[in-house]
Structure formats: structure tokens, C-alpha cells
């Protein structure tokens, strides 16, 4: 099961929106709602920021919003705020299996 | 509140194997599954497998079919992995996580242990 594939890293200023792409495949993201999204600040573990494509847990800020088209899923980020700055992956299920994002960094300027 | 809570670190030599536990308190730990992920010092995340704590059932990676294993002990709501003919590529902070889901590992990652960092060197 390969990677599914995100942009190396992504940028904004305070305020500014960020949007990550999540590319897979009909077997991943294209074939099931179970796409999620994580947080990692350096040292830590992950944290959920998304589940099934566009749902927020509690707690999660509703400036962090997800969606999917196709083998597509997307996190957005509005009203970038500097605590954001971390590394962002995306999952999905495809099956008998899971597979995660190849990352994205985050940088607040 | 939900904590998983890992054993510590290890320093292994290559072909050795290691048992990383994982202990579940705060909820019911047969309701869920629970996920194995592991990070390689400055890379991503990768997926190791998942196992229900409801009724045992696994699914592994394929890549690391044949070396790992997962199981848990319900008595004491804790999870194990054990990956064996360790080497080092393997060297990684090796996390649990629970699963939102106690029939297959569809569910999300909803709570993550702290890591145990497993170190293969000779």
C-alpha cells in the first residue's frame, strides 16, 4: 500500500487560510469515507483534527475544516494562528488495511 | 479520562525482538480497537496494524506481515506489539492508539499514546 501523496509543506501569515491536498487512490480515499487528519508538533504524539472527511471532535477549533472530491480529501485551515505550525498528515482507510499522508509542514510566517 | 500509557524506551540489537506495551484507562477497553503506528527519526508516519480488543481479530501491514504481532490482555486493558528479526530500519518511536471502531480498523485515531522509542543497534 503506498503513501498516499501531500505537498511537502505549506505556508501562511496570521490570519491567511492554508488548504492541504491529500491525493490516493479509489482504493483509499476515493473508495471510503473514513478519511482523517492529524496534528504533530515536534516531540509529540498525533492529535485528531478531523475524522470521516469533515468532522471536527470536540475541542478541535472550527477554523480546521476537511472535505473530499474524487481521490481528494483536503484539510483547510482558516485564520492561521501561530500555534498551527506543525506537521499535518492525512489517513484513510483502504480495507484490510490503513495508509497515512506523506506529511505536510506547516510554517506560520 | 482516556490515557494510553507506553513502556519505555528499548535498545535492541539486530535480529532481537521487542514487546511494546500499551496500557488503556478511562474507558471500556473492549469497546474499541487499538492501532499501531510507527515514526523513523525525521520521517512520517506509517501504519503497523490493528487489533480489536472486543474479539482479537488483527490486520497487519503487509510489509511487516510474518515479523509482528498484536494482541491484548482484557484482564488488564493492555495491548502489545511484538515485531521480531529486528533491524535497523526499524529503529522508530512506535505509538498506540485507540480506534473508533471495535470491528475493523476503519475507525479514526482518537487518543495516542506517548511513543516508546525502540533503538536497533549493533
Known amino acids: 500500500q503506498s503513501a498516499l501523496t501531500q505537498p511537502p509543506s505549506a505556508s501562511g501569515s496570521p490570519g491567511q487560510s492554508v488548504t492541504i491536498s491529500c491525493t490516493g487512490t479509489s482504493s483509499d480515499v476515493g473508495g471510503y469515507n473514513y478519511v482523517s487528519w492529524y496534528q504533530q508538533h515536534p516531540g509529540k504524539a498525533p492529535k485528531l483534527m478531523i475524522y470521516?472527511?469533515?468532522k471536527r471532535p470536540s475541542g478541535v477549533p472550527d477554523r480546521f475544516s476537511g472535505s473530499k472530491s474524487g481521490n481528494t480529501a483536503s484539510l483547510t485551515v482558516s485564520g492561521l494562528q501561530a500555534e498551527d505550525e506543525a506537521d499535518y498528515y492525512c489517513s484513510s482507510y483502504a480495507g484490510s488495511n490503513n495508509v497515512f499522508g506523506t506529511g505536510t509542514k506547516v510554517t506560520v510566517l | 479520562q482516556v490515557q494510553l500509557v507506553q513502556s519505555g524506551a528499548e535498545v535492541k540489537k539486530p535480529g532481537a525482538s521487542v514487546k511494546v506495551s500499551c496500557k488503556a484507562s478511562g474507558y471500556t477497553f473492549t469497546s474499541y480497537g487499538i492501532s499501531w503506528v510507527r515514526q523513523a527519526p525525521g520521517q512520517g508516519l506509517e501504519w503497523m496494524g490493528w487489533?480489536?480488543?472486543?474479539?482479537?481479530?488483527?490486520n497487519y501491514a503487509q510489509k511487516l506481515q510474518g515479523r509482528v504481532t498484536m494482541t491484548t490482555d482484557t484482564s488488564t486493558s493492555t495491548a502489545y506489539m511484538e515485531l521480531r528479526s529486528l533491524r535497523s530500519d526499524d529503529t522508530a518511536v512506535y505509538y498506540c492508539?485507540?480506534?473508533?471502531?471495535?470491528?475493523?480498523?476503519?475507525?479514526?485515531?482518537?487518543?495516542w499514546g506517548q511513543g516508546t522509542l525502540v533503538t536497533v543497534s549493533s
Open positions: 470521516e472527511v469533515s
Open positions: 487489533i480489536s480488543a472486543y474479539n482479537g481479530n488483527t
Open positions: 492508539a485507540r480506534v473508533a471502531s471495535r470491528y475493523d480498523s476503519s475507525g479514526y485515531l482518537d487518543y
